[in-house]
């Protein structure tokens, strides 16, 4: 599938509101949103951050943490010499990357907040098996940051003048639900910067489709994501996922979708290596 294809798979819910306060994502080209300056949101994240690290129980495990740190450290690297290369604005150059281990088995899960303020849950560990299977999740959830889902949706917040604190409300319920099941002391935190909220369809199929390519340039094999998907589908069977994975699309129609790409995005985003 080329660039244009997957612009007319993902179709585009911008052009009614008008093209002043739009912008396109890196790669896909989708035209999107944005009337929250990224600058504001970023400071807001790093402020939360900190205290999801004061919060939770921050692993020990300093190997891990330091495979972690070197997948996200190629994916940095690559991400901005692609878009150097390419002769396109840097989606990252505002970003201060920085890497958490939370030491919390029951959470599946990562994230990436604005700015590239990530945290992988040790709970994910037995899902990705191996660094291969860690870069792709990983790669969808840096994704997520550099397509700037964020600001999109916050905008999108303040259009419908419906703002974040009525997005907690609706989705209180199921948050402490969430914070019930897994233990997660900063559940409430993090549904502030919209961590715990769900993205939309097209965001997570993008964050997918520009997650293979990231994880790719960084050098890593990306037919681990499908084993991923396939490890989370068993993992979850006979019972119903954690409500924020959920939102996720189903992992049927996500590795389909998958395994249409895989191809091509090896073919045309190769490794990407430092040079000296
Ligand atoms: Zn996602």
């Not at 191996?130 to 792709?136: D, K, R």
Request: with cysteine; charged share 25%; glycine share 8%.
């Amino acid at each position: 599938m080329d660039r244009r294809n997957f612009l007319h798979f993902l179709g585009c819910g911008c052009l009614s509101i008008g093209i002043s306060s739009c912008s396109t994502v890196p790669i896909t080209d989708r035209r999107q949103l944005k009337l929250i300056p990224e600058a504001k949101l970023n400071a807001q994240a790093a402020q939360i951050y900190e205290k999801v690290k004061k919060k939770e129980k921050l692993s020990n495990d300093t190997k891990q943490l330091n495979e972690i740190k070197e997948i996200g450290k190629k994916m940095e690297f690559s991400i901005s010499e692609y878009f150097s290369r390419s002769n396109l604005k840097d989606p990252t150059s505002g970003f201060d990357w920085e890497y958490i281990l939370i030491d919390n088995k029951k959470v599946k899960n990562a994230w990436c907040m604005p700015g590239g303020k990530i945290a992988v849950y040790t709970g994910i560990l037995e899902v990705t098996k191996n660094t291969n299977g860690l870069a792709a999740v990983m790669g969808h959830e840096v994704a997520h940051a550099v397509a700037k889902h964020s600001v999109e949706r916050a905008s999108r917040g303040v259009l419908l003048r419906t703002g974040t604190s009525l997005l907690d409300i609706a989705t209180g319920g199921k948050l402490s639900k969430v914070n019930k099941a897994t233990g997660m002391n900063t559940v409430g935190l993090l549904s502030q910067i919209g961590i715990m909220n769900p993205f939309n369809r097209k965001q997570e199929s993008e964050a997918d489709y520009l997650g293979l390519i990231f994880s790719s340039l960084a050098g890593y094999d990306i037919r681990q994501a499908i084993n991923v998907w396939e490890n989370m589908q068993k993992l979850n069977k006979g019972k119903a996922p954690p409500e924020f994975l959920s939102t996720h699309p189903s992992t049927k129609n996500r590795i389909k979708s998958l395994k249409r790409w895989i191809d091509e995005v090896i073919l045309e985003y190769p490794p990407i290596k430092k040079i000296n």
